[in-house]
């Protein structure tokens, strides 16, 4: 089975939780700040249109293309370079971030758990338009037959 979607708007990368001590219960506790947590809510609103089927169960595959504002500080020649793909973002926040995002985003929704994700290819670029397309194929698991050396 094979998904491609796109998330609209700029990309959000996983964000480290927030720890905090809550007196009341006397214990520290943490949480997912709202910016990671309304673009994983985001993710999921959109993937669940996509997806109306129980989630994956096999070894997935996953293709990210992760397009960010062009920043304003570019020359129109870098611009226009940029637009092509010849200049790439290589400030933070770093591809594995993006890919966090994700995965939680669809865990038990396209896939049980992104622990399945047993092969994944990410890429950042500069657009007008920033957006996420995400591309989600699953693996048929093929036992290997071999023999073991006497």
């Known amino acids: 089975m094979k998904l491609s979607f796109v998330i609209p708007g700029s ?5 480290r939780a927030r720890v905090f001590y809550n007196k009341s219960l006397g214990r520290a506790m943490a949480y997912t700040p709202t910016k990671t947590a309304s673009y994983e809510n ?24 992760v397009y960010r504002s062009t920043p304003k500080s570019l020359s129109n ?11 790439r973002p290589t400030s933070k926040p770093d591809c594995d971030n993006y890919l966090k995002s994700i995965c939680d985003a669809l ?7 992104d622990s399945q994700v047993v092969s994944v290819k990410i890429e950042k670029f500069y657009s007008a338009f920033p957006r996420t397309e995400i591309e989600i194929e699953g693996i048929e698991n093929t036992e290997i037959d071999f023999c073991l050396p006497a």
Do not use: C, R, Y
């Open 11 to 15: 990309p959000v990368a996983k964000a």
């Open 42 to 65: 985001f993710i999921k609103l959109i993937a669940a249109q996509e997806w109306p089927h129980p989630p994956m169960t096999e070894p997935i595959h996953m293709s990210i293309k």
């Open 107 to 113: 865990n038990n929704l396209v896939f049980k758990d």
């Open 77 to 87: 020649k870098k611009v226009n370079l940029a637009e092509l793909g010849h200049i």
